[in-house]
């Protein structure tokens, strides 16, 4: 069973960046996709982004497209999300979650997701 655990967040002002990173334990972590998703107070849970197991294929939502980037280091069991240009209404709860299925990539649909971590706030000040 793989778990995840997210840690980077903080309280950062617009226009600056934070890096965010899922650091997943169990011995199958290379074999899954992974994805970062957030949710703000008061709103439903929101994509941002997607990597398949390998590393090749990545995903994002069209709010965060451009400042965003997604990667991971299998040998770390870590995935990491770069935030760049950081704006107010980037402002949320950022879980990971790894792919229900082995292998497989289906980027943006929360029902590919599971072994949600306990997240970590992110607060964009204006």
């Known amino acids: 069973q793989v778990q995840q655990v997210e840690s980077g967040g903080g309280l950062v002002q617009a226009g600056g960046s934070l890096r965010l990173s899922c650091a997943a334990s169990?011995?199958?972590?290379?074999?899954?996709?992974m994805g970062w998703f957030r949710q703000a107070p008061g709103k439903e849970r929101e994509f941002v982004a997607s990597i398949n197991y390998s590393g090749i294929h990545t995903d994002y939502g069209d709010s965060v497209k451009g400042r965003f980037t997604i990667s991971r280091d299998n040998a770390k069991n870590t995935v990491y999300l770069q935030m760049n240009n950081l704006k107010p209404e980037d402002t949320a709860v950022y879980y990971c979650?790894?792919?229900?299925?082995?292998?497989?990539?289906?980027?943006?649909?929360?029902?590919?997701?599971?072994?949600w971590g306990q997240g970590t706030q992110v607060t964009v000040s204006s």
């Open positions: 979650a790894r792919g229900v299925v082995a292998y497989a990539y289906t980027a943006g649909r929360e029902s590919s997701y599971t072994g």
């Open positions: 169990g011995r199958t972590f290379s074999i899954y996709a």
